[in-house]
């Protein structure tokens, strides 16, 4: 079964340090996101993607964060100049236009700001 | 105000029981969709069962089944037979808007964290 797959899987870094989280959202799908969860707490939207430009973006998304599709298969979220709250899970999620809204959920991208 | 609202912190189950998940959301929206995920302790995020507002049947998949009271605005979760493997959190999650609408965030609830004894 397609899934969405984000890598890596653990990333640690040095507050001020920037930060590529990738994903390979599942190939037939159009819509692309990245949501995170701060430890012990509520799964909050980041920010929408499609057709090669962000879509609907949240509070949260502000200019420290941006996001690209480099390629056909991959989709980035940067975080330029990380700090100590950044610090949590990110997923990235796609869901396939036509025939039904559900958002497909990666395993997730670990983030420690030190 | 909280769009998504799960009153329950945390459940204790019996293996074998039936259990429900209670959900209830606030929107203006008419269309509209309604999600639970599964979230164990390893972290990822897996969907389970998704209900859209004007869908006419309740929605089921497997053991799931999602008691939709459209009234009341509420999504409850409902697991039959609950294994040991059902231990997780919970989150229910509605998105806003028509399903082609460029607008498609998930508003997500605060999770019930559910535990089955054997």
């Known amino acids: 079964e397609p899934e969405v797959t984000q890598t890596p899987s653990h990333q640690v870094t040095q507050m001020g340090q920037e930060v590529i989280l990738r994903c390979v959202p599942i190939s037939n799908h159009l819509y692309f996101y990245w949501y995170r969860q701060i430890l012990g707490q509520k799964v909050e939207f980041l920010v929408s993607f499609y057709n090669n430009e962000i879509s609907e973006k949240s509070e949260i998304f502000d200019d420290q964060f941006s996001v690209e599709r480099p390629d056909g298969s991959n989709f980035t979220l940067k975080i330029r100049s990380t700090k100590l709250e950044d610090s949590a899970m990110y997923f990235c999620?796609?869901?396939?236009?036509?025939?039904?809204?559900?958002?497909?959920f990666g395993p997730g991208t670990r983030l420690t700001v030190l | 105000a909280q769009k998504i609202t799960q009153t329950q912190p945390g459940m204790f189950v019996q293996e074998k029981e039936a259990v429900t998940l209670d959900c209830t959301y606030d929107?203006?929206?008419?269309?509209?969709?309604l999600f639970w995920y599964k979230q164990p302790s390893s972290g990822e995020m897996i969907f389970l069962i998704y209900q859209g507002s004007y869908d006419q049947q309740n929605a089921t998949e497997g053991r799931y089944s999602l008691n939709f009271q459209k009234a009341r605005k509420s999504a409850n979760l409902v697991i039959s037979a609950s294994q040991l493997g059902d231990s997780a959190m919970y989150f229910c999650?509605?998105?806003?808007?028509?399903?082609?609408?460029?607008?498609?965030?998930?508003?997500f609830g605060s999770g019930t964290r559910l535990s089955i004894r054997p």
């Open positions: 929107t203006s929206d008419p269309s509209y969709g």
């Open positions: 999650a509605m998105r806003e808007g028509a399903l082609y609408s460029s607008a498609s965030k998930i508003i």
């Open positions: 999620a796609s869901s396939e236009l036509l025939s039904t809204d559900t958002q497909y």
